[in-house]
């Protein structure tokens, strides 16, 4: 079996490292499938570099196609263009796509219009909201999907429902929790991690990317603001984006740069009473990011993935969103949905610092070992 992995992000390639390592760890005399790993260049970053994938263990990809920049619409067509050319000249018996990003769409299109066979691992999952880019992304992949590699039975159920077949379901786990458990025992402790005299359960670590939180200036204000003021003085930290940082500057934040040979910056609103305790720092890899992450009290964000790390670590998560696509952080999990309104935290925040926070459990399946069970489907296929 020829077998052709899509990455478009970061992401997208801890998703499918486990997968390639499944392949490369099955004895050759049972181990029929070649692999080609295609990066489309989706999300330009400049932080993956080789170390990227070295320290990761993660394979540098066989190309790039370097489809970055422009609308949706137009990124949507530079890849399908770029890999219909890549897909000719490397035919494949399955192309295999990963998450919900632009690049899942989009190569999921050429393949079929190529009579050719698509995976989806993460199939199912729905937040129900047609505002989301990713909610069209994961709708049109399904719609084209032969083999559906499932997180959850809520996955399940979602693809039963439109009527796909059980013997195209593969309920397989979550092949996120492969990584983080391969790599847990590796996580790294940030640069300013002593610098900042954090202490383990005395911080928090916040993350906000959503164009609906962030690129409103009053509304991050009123986020920031919000998260501070229910903190308990407790440390904030929030790796951010450069963009969103010239935003937090611009609207009504005062920044104060603590020493030039430090990686972050301070601020502190000025209607704040909690006194300075927001720090935001750079991007973090995947390594420091869930060092940070572990040792955390809780975290607050708006991201899908990180509640599903989360919960496998028992740190408390709450989700500044309306809805969510994995609703088993929250059956299950250690997750709760806060929503959009600042005004909401408060109650969370309060059941955090009393130490009431539900302990939660793990879901079926995400026990590190996904992607052999996907390696298993793919061979009997």
């Known amino acids: 079996m020829n077998l052709t992995l899509i990455a478009g992000a970061r992401p997208n390639f801890m998703k499918i490292a486990p997968i390639i390592h499944a392949i490369k760890n099955t004895d050759v005399s049972h181990n029929k499938i070649n692999y080609r790993l295609v990066h489309t260049g989706q999300h330009y970053d400049r932080n993956m570099s080789g170390s990227f994938f070295e320290?990761?263990?993660?394979?540098?990809?066989?190309?790039?196609?370097?489809?970055?920049?422009?609308?949706?619409?137009?990124?949507?067509?530079?890849?399908?263009?770029?890999?219909?050319?890549?897909?000719?000249?490397?035919?494949?018996?399955?192309?295999?796509?990963?998450?919900?990003?632009?690049?899942?769409?989009?190569?999921s299109i050429v393949a079929k219009k190529l009579n050719t066979k698509v995976a989806h691992v993460e199939a199912g999952i729905r937040s129900f909201d047609l505002t989301m880019p990713e909610e069209i992304n994961r709708?049109?992949?399904?719609?084209?999907?032969?083999?559906?590699?499932?997180?959850?039975?809520?996955?399940?159920?979602?693809?039963k429902k439109l009527g796909v077949?059980?013997?195209?379901?593969?309920?397989?786990?979550?092949?996120?929790?492969?990584?983080?458990?391969?790599?847990?025992?590796?996580?790294?402790?940030?640069?300013?991690?002593?610098?900042?005299?954090?202490?383990?359960?005395?911080?928090?670590?916040?993350?906000?990317?959503?164009?609906?939180?962030?690129d409103e200036a009053d509304r991050l204000k009123n986020f920031l603001s919000a998260i501070i003021d229910n903190s308990g003085g407790m440390p904030i930290i929030f790796p951010v984006h450069p963009r969103t940082a010239k935003i937090i500057s611009e609207s009504g934040f005062k920044s104060i740069i603590n020493s030039s040979n430090l990686t972050y910056t301070q601020f502190t609103s000025f209607n704040n009473n909690s006194g300075n305790n927001l720090f935001l720092t750079q991007p973090l890899g995947y390594l420091e990011f869930n060092y940070l992450v572990e040792r955390s009290k809780a975290v607050i964000t708006d991201s899908g993935g990180i509640t599903e790390e989360t919960t496998v670590m028992g740190v408390p998560c709450m989700t500044l969103r309306d809805n969510t696509e994995r609703p088993e952080t929250i059956t299950l999990g250690t997750n709760e949905l806060v929503g959009t309104d600042p005004g909401a935290l408060k109650t969370y925040m309060d059941r955090l610092l009393e130490g009431k926070w539900k302990k939660g459990s793990i879901p079926a399946l995400w026990d590190g070992k996904t992607a052999d069970r996907i390696l298993q489907v793919l061979l009997s296929l």
Request: glycine share 4%; proline share 5%.
């Open 55 to 107: 320290d990761l263990n993660i394979p540098e990809p066989d190309v790039n196609l370097e489809c970055n920049g422009g609308s949706q619409a137009e990124q949507t067509a530079a890849i399908m263009i770029a890999f219909e050319k890549e897909l000719m000249n490397n035919p494949a018996d399955i192309v295999m796509v990963v998450g919900d990003v632009t690049s899942t769409m989009a190569c």
């Open 139 to 159: 709708m049109v992949t399904d719609c084209l999907t032969d083999y559906f590699f499932t997180t959850s039975e809520t996955a399940n159920e979602n693809l």
């Open 165 to 214: 077949p059980d013997n195209r379901i593969f309920f397989v786990g979550n092949v996120m929790i492969d990584t983080l458990m391969a790599n847990r025992e590796r996580f790294r402790k940030p640069a300013f991690f002593d610098d900042l005299r954090l202490e383990a359960q005395n911080y928090l670590v916040l993350t906000l990317h959503r164009p609906a939180n962030v």
